[in-house]
C-alpha cells in the first residue's frame, strides 16, 4: 500500500526548482533546525548510553577516586558468577510471562469494552487508572494483599469458612508468576486502550460482509480482526515484552528479588551490586542487559512486522 | 544530506567529548592533618548544617539540634535519605553530593565504602574521646589509624534475646554459659511444646547473619577476619562452613518456627513478645521494635538479654548507621570546623539531654544511664566491652551473607552454594578496593 503524498507535477515544467523535487523538499526544513532536539537527544541519550559502554570496561567503584581502565576484567569476572546467568534467564521468564499475561488481559478488555456505550468508557477509565499510579506503590499494595494475613487470604477464608494463610509471594516457583501477573495488571490497561484503537479502524465493510456469509463472532474473530490486529500486536508484544526485560520497580517493591532469589531480575541485581560501590561491574551488567534486549529486539519485532503483511 | 549529517555526526562527537572530559565523578581532595577543635559555644550566626539520616535516625539528633541552634546561632537540617540508607548515600557521594555530616555505620568497611580517606573529615584529638567509657572509643569508628566517626551511642551486639517467662515455665533459671548449654535449653523448650527459635526468612531476612556470626565470634577474637582479609582463609573454608552447616542444621532439627520461610521481622518481635517463642538472635534496633510495641515495665518482666558465642558468653559487637556520625569534606573551612563543633556538641554539653531525650544508655563517663533505660538494652551496653567485632566491624568489605543465608532457608541455595555466594562477592568487593590477596 503506497500512498501519493505530494501533488503531482508537470514532468515538463520551466520552473527550475521542479527539476530537482529532492533538492527543494531539502530546503523545506534546513539542517539546523535539528539541533535543538539533536542537542537533548546527544546529552541524555547518546552520552549515557556511551558512558554506559566506557564505564563497563573500567574500575570505577566508591572505594576509590580515579578511574582505571581495566580491559575486560568485570566481564570475566561477572561470568565467573553463576548469578548473572541465572538472573538473564529469570528477567526473561519474566518479561515473557508479563507479554503473554498483559497482552492476553489487554485483548479481553478491548473486545469486552469495545462498543461505545457509557458503562464501557467508565470501566475502561477504571481499567486504565492503574497504568497512571506508580508502580512502587502497587508493588506495596500488592505485598500487603497477598501476604499471608493479608486481605487476599481473608476474602479466600470467609468464602470458604476455613483458615487461609497461603503465603502468594512465598513460592520460590510460583511467586514469579504472581509478579509477572501483578507486572501485567498495572499495564493492561494501555494494551486495552491499543486495541481498541486497533479495532476500530477495522472497516465496518469488512465485518458487514463476514456478517452476510454468516461467520460466527469466533470465525470473525480468528479470521479476520485479530490478523487485521497484527500493527496493535507488534507495538503491544514489542513493548511488553522488552519494557519489562527493564522490570525493577514492582518486582523490588513485592519481594524484592525474594524468595530465595527466585525473582531476582537483573535489574535488582544490578541495583544490589550498585549499592555495594562496585559501580563498574553493575555497569557492565546493565550493558549485558541492553545487549540482551537488543539482540531480542530485532527478531522479536521482524516476526511481528512480518505479520503485518496482510495489511498490505 | 550526507553534508549536514556530517555535521551533526561531528557535533555530537565533539559535545560527548566536552562532556566526558568534565565527568570524573569525584576531585581527589588532599588529605590533611588533624584539624583544629572550636569551643563548643563559638557563635555560628548565618552557618546552615545539613545532616542526612535515615528513616530510623531522622529524629535521633533532635534533642542536640535543638540545643546547638540556641547555644550557637547555627541552623541545622535533617534531610531524610529514604531506604535502602547507605546505597542512597554512597551513590550521592559517588556522584560529587555531599552533606556536612551524616549518620553512618563507623566500621572500617563502612568507611572503605564511603571512600573516608578523600570524603571524610579526620577527627583525630576529638575532644570527647578521652571520655568514652570502657574504652569505646578504641573498638570503631577508625580506618586505618584515622577516626573519621563519631559514636554517639552504645554500638549494637549480637545475642540472644529471650523471654524470662517462657524460660521460667521450662524450668530454666539460669541463662546458658556457652553454645552446648544454649542449645540444650533449646531442645529442652522444644519438648514443653514452645517454639525455641525465631527467625524470618520472608521479607529482607537481614537476621539470618547473626546466627552465624555469633558462632564465630571466638575464631574472631583469634583473627578469623584478619585472614579472611588477606584470602589466607575464605568463606568455604572450615570455620565458617560449619558455621553456616550448623545453622542449617538447627534448622532442619525444627528448632525454629513453622512458618520460617515466610515470616518477618514485625512477625519476630510479636512471637517474642507474646511467648510463642523462647529466643531470637539479634541486635539492638530489634529491642527498638519491642519498645514501640510496649513499654519499659512490661519489657523489663518479660524480655532479657543475654550474648553467647560457641565457648561462652562473648558479644558481637556490630554498630549501625544510628550509632555514630561522620563528618565531610565540603571544601567550605567555616562549614566544616562547624560539623565538628555541633559534634563536639553533641558528645558534649549537649549529651546529658540526648541520652535523656533517646533514652539510651550513655557511654561518656560522668553521664549517667536514664532509668527509664530496659534492662535488656543495659544488659546489651554491659555486654560491649567484652565483645568481638562483627564481619561488618572486623571484615574489610560486607557481602551480602544474609540474603544468601535467605536463600537456603528457602531452598534455594546449599550451605555449600550460600559460602561460595558469599566468597565470590567478598571477592570482588576486596579486589575493588585494592585489598592485598585478591
Same mark, same amino acid.
Not at chain 1, 458503562?119 to 497477598?146: D, E, K, Q, T
Not at chain 1, 513485592?254 to 535489574?267: A, D, F, K, Q, W
Not at chain 1, 541495583?271 to 530485532?298: P, W, Y
Given at each position: ?13 520551466? *520552473? ?11 530546503? &523545506? *526544513?534546513?539542517? /539546523? ?26 574500575? /570505577? ?54 462498543? &461505545? ?47 487461609? &494463610?497461603?503465603? /502468594?509471594?512465598?513460592?520460590? =516457583? ?8 501483578? *507486572?501485567? /495488571? ?97 555497569? =557492565? ?28 | ?57 531522622? #529524629?535521633?539528633? $533532635? ?9 550557637? %546561632? ?13 546505597? %542512597? ?13 551524616? !549518620? ?64 521460667? #515455665?521450662? @524450668? ?17 523448650? #522444644? ?9 524470618? @526468612? ?10 552465624? $556470626? ?34 542449617? %542444621? ?18 519476630? @518481635? ?16 530489634? !529491642? ?37 556520625? +561522620?563528618? !565531610? ?54 555486654? +560491649?566491652?567484652?565483645?568481638? %567485632?562483627?564481619? $561488618? ?29 558469599? $566468597? ?15
Amino acid at each position: 500500500m503506497t500512498a501519493q503524498l505530494s501533488p503531482p507535477r508537470s514532468r515538463t515544467g520551466t *520552473h527550475t526548482g521542479d527539476r530537482r523535487p529532492t533538492s527543494r523538499r531539502r530546503q &523545506d *526544513h534546513p539542517a /539546523w533546525f535539528l539541533f535543538p532536539a539533536l542537542a537533548v537527544l546527544t546529552v541524555f541519550f547518546f552520552i549515557p548510553t556511551l558512558f554506559n559502554f566506557f564505564y563497563a570496561f573500567t574500575d /570505577w567503584s566508591s572505594f576509590k577516586t580515579q578511574i582505571n581502565f581495566a580491559g575486560l576484567d568485570n566481564v570475566t569476572s561477572l561470568l565467573q558468577n553463576g548469578s548473572l546467568l541465572a538472573d538473564l534467564r529469570t528477567t526473561l521468564i519474566y518479561a515473557v510471562l508479563v507479554a503473554i499475561f498483559q497482552n492476553l488481559f489487554g485483548l479481553i478488555l478491548a473486545l469486552i469494552l469495545e462498543a &461505545d456505550t457509557r458503562i464501557n468508557r467508565a470501566a475502561r477509565v477504571a481499567f486504565f487508572v492503574p497504568v497512571v499510579m506508580s508502580a512502587l506503590a502497587v508493588g506495596y499494595v500488592f505485598r500487603a494483599i497477598l501476604k499471608p494475613d493479608g486481605t487476599l487470604n481473608a476474602i479466600l477464608g470467609a468464602l470458604t469458612g476455613q483458615h487461609v &494463610d497461603i503465603a /502468594w509471594l512465598g513460592s520460590t =516457583t510460583w511467586t514469579i508468576v504472581v509478579v509477572a501477573l501483578i *507486572h501485567a /495488571w498495572k499495564w493492561m490497561g494501555l494494551s486495552m486502550l491499543i486495541y481498541l484503537a486497533g479495532l476500530k479502524t477495522i472497516s465496518p465493510d469488512i465485518m458487514e460482509a463476514s456478517r452476510i456469509d454468516g461467520a460466527t463472532w469466533w470465525k470473525t474473530f480468528t479470521s479476520i480482526r485479530f490478523p487485521l490486529l497484527a500493527p496493535a500486536i507488534t507495538f503491544n508484544v514489542a513493548t511488553a515484552l522488552l519494557g519489562s526485560m527493564n522490570g525493577f520497580d514492582i518486582v523490588q517493591a513485592t519481594t524484592g528479588g525474594g524468595p530465595g532469589g527466585s525473582t531476582e531480575l537483573l535489574n535488582i541485581f544490578v541495583f544490589r551490586t550498585f549499592g555495594q560501590g562496585l559501580f563498574a561491574q553493575a555497569t =557492565t551488567m546493565s550493558l549485558t542487559l541492553f545487549l540482551m534486549v537488543t539482540i531480542l529486539a530485532f527478531p522479536v519485532i521482524k516476526f511481528l512486522r512480518k505479520r503485518e503483511d496482510v495489511l498490505s | 544530506m550526507k553534508h549536514a549529517w556530517k555535521g551533526t555526526v561531528a557535533a555530537a562527537v565533539m559535545t560527548a567529548a566536552l562532556l566526558t572530559g568534565c565527568s570524573s565523578p569525584a576531585a581527589p581532595d588532599a588529605a590533611s592533618g588533624p584539624a583544629a577543635w572550636p569551643s563548643q559555644s563559638t557563635k555560628l550566626d548565618g552557618v546552615t548544617l545539613t545532616i542526612w539520616a535515615a528513616q530510623n535516625s531522622n #529524629k535521633t539528633p $533532635q534533642s542536640v539540634i535543638d540545643g546547638f541552634q540556641k547555644a550557637t %546561632g547555627a541552623k541545622v537540617n535533617v534531610v531524610t535519605i529514604p531506604d535502602p540508607y547507605e546505597q %542512597g548515600v554512597q551513590t550521592k557521594v559517588a556522584t560529587g553530593d555531599k552533606p556536612d555530616l551524616a !549518620f553512618w555505620q563507623p566500621t572500617a568497611s563502612e568507611l572503605t565504602s564511603l571512600n573516608a580517606t578523600q570524603t571524610l573529615q579526620s577527627l583525630d584529638g576529638a575532644p570527647w574521646v578521652s571520655k568514652y567509657t570502657a574504652g569505646l572509643g578504641d573498638m570503631t569508628g577508625q580506618l586505618n589509624g584515622t577516626r573519621y566517626a563519631a559514636l554517639v551511642s552504645s554500638p549494637a551486639v549480637e545475642g540472644v534475646y529471650y523471654n524470662k517467662e517462657v524460660f521460667a #515455665k521450662a @524450668g530454666i533459671t539460669s541463662t546458658p554459659k556457652n553454645w552446648d548449654e544454649f542449645l540444650t535449653d533449646a531442645r529442652l523448650i #522444644k519438648g514443653k511444646g514452645v517454639t525455641p527459635f525465631y527467625d524470618f @526468612g520472608g521479607g529482607t531476612p537481614w537476621a539470618t547473619q547473626w546466627w552465624v $556470626q555469633v558462632q564465630l565470634a571466638d575464631a574472631a577474637k583469634a583473627g578469623l577476619w584478619d585472614r579472611v582479609n588477606t584470602n589466607q582463609e575464605k568463606f568455604t573454608d572450615t570455620t565458617i562452613q560449619t558455621a553456616v552447616d550448623n545453622y542449617n %542444621g538447627l534448622i532442619k532439627e525444627g528448632l525454629f518456627n513453622s512458618n520460617l520461610k515466610t515470616a518477618t521481622f514485625e512477625d519476630q @518481635g510479636k512471637a517474642l513478645l507474646a511467648g510463642d517463642a523462647a529466643m531470637t538472635v539479634q541486635v539492638n534496633s530489634f !529491642f527498638g521494635q519491642l519498645q514501640a510495641m510496649s513499654d519499659t515495665k512490661t519489657l523489663n518482666d518479660k524480655i532479657g538479654f543475654f550474648p553467647i558465642s560457641p565457648k561462652g558468653n562473648m558479644g558481637t559487637f556490630i554498630p549501625d548507621q544510628s550509632n555514630a556520625l +561522620v563528618a !565531610f569534606k565540603t571544601g567550605d573551612t567555616n562549614r566544616e570546623a562547624a560539623a565538628r563543633q555541633f559534634l563536639e556538641y553533641w558528645m558534649g554539653d549537649g549529651y546529658a539531654d540526648f541520652v535523656k531525650a533517646q533514652s539510651t544508655v550513655s557511654i561518656q563517663q560522668g553521664v549517667e544511664t536514664p532509668s527509664t533505660v530496659p534492662d535488656a538494652l543495659k544488659a546489651a551496653a554491659a555486654a +560491649v566491652p567484652t565483645s568481638v %567485632g562483627s564481619m $561488618q566491624a572486623l571484615a574489610v568489605a560486607n557481602p551480602d551473607l544474609y540474603l544468601n543465608l535467605g536463600d537456603m532457608i528457602q531452598g534455594t541455595k546449599t550451605p555449600q552454594q550460600v559460602t561460595e555466594a558469599t $566468597q565470590q562477592q567478598f571477592a570482588s568487593l576486596a579486589k575493588a578496593q585494592g585489598a592485598k590477596g585478591f
